[in-house]
């Protein structure tokens, strides 16, 4: 009986690899939280860039000049 007992705990709980998957993905959506969070960082900056300079430009050209 208690040999059965044990097989059984041994086959139930050996196999079990669902704490490990959890992790995996949980490192998994991390990894991609964070190449998400740069991009969108590095994404940002470039559009930044890009409005300041068409800002700049058209400031300059409905700007008066005086001869």
Same mark, same amino acid.
């Given at each position: 009986?208690?040999?059965? !007992?044990?097989? !059984?705990?041994?086959?139930?709980?050996?196999?079990? /690899?669902?704490?490990?998957?959890?992790? @995996?993905?949980?490192?998994?959506?991390?990894?991609?939280?964070?190449? !998400?969070?740069?991009?969108?960082?590095? !994404?940002?900056?470039?559009?930044?860039?890009?409005?300041? /300079?068409?800002?700049?430009k058209? /400031? @300059?050209?409905?700007?008066?000049?005086?001869?």
């Open positions: 009986m208690v040999q059965y !007992l044990q097989a !059984l705990l041994v086959s139930r709980y050996a196999r079990s /690899d669902r704490g490990a998957s959890a992790v @995996e993905y949980g490192l998994l959506v991390a990894l991609i939280a964070l190449a !998400l969070i740069v991009g969108a960082g590095l !994404l940002g900056d470039g559009l930044n860039q890009i409005f300041s /300079d068409s800002a700049d058209l /400031d @300059e050209a409905t700007t008066p000049t005086t001869p």
